[in-house]
């Protein structure tokens, strides 16, 4: 039982930082591409630039037209989900087969 409600923490976090990655994706192309008077573009505006904000202030020293934001973003995720996930879909894993184990 208890492997199961971590192993479902760990998929619920997976599944709110893969989120975060697909936004972002989407807010990339949408910078390139997008027409800023589509609601749903706004709406991708609209959640990812929360996300910017705090970072676009620790990089606005670096010189260049390049906003690092997104590409932080996305290593900060994938960092989360190395250190985060994936040790605890093991730990779970681990609890799993005590509790097969288990008499």
Wanted: net charge positive; hydrophobic share 60%; no cysteine.
């Amino acid at each position: 039982m208890t492997a199961g409600i971590v192993q479902g923490l760990a998929a619920v976090i997976n599944f709110f930082l893969s989120a975060i990655q697909l936004l972002v994706f989407a807010s990339i192309i949408v910078s390139w591409v997008g027409d800023r008077s589509n609601q749903i573009v706004v709406m991708i505006i609209n959640i990812t630039e929360p996300i910017y904000r705090p970072l676009r202030k620790l990089t606005r020293n670096i010189p260049g037209p390049f906003d690092w934001a997104p590409m932080l973003v996305m290593a900060i995720v994938i960092f989360a989900q190395m250190a985060i996930v994936k040790p605890m879909m093991a730990y779970g894993d681990r609890l799993m087969q005590q509790e097969i184990m288990a008499p």
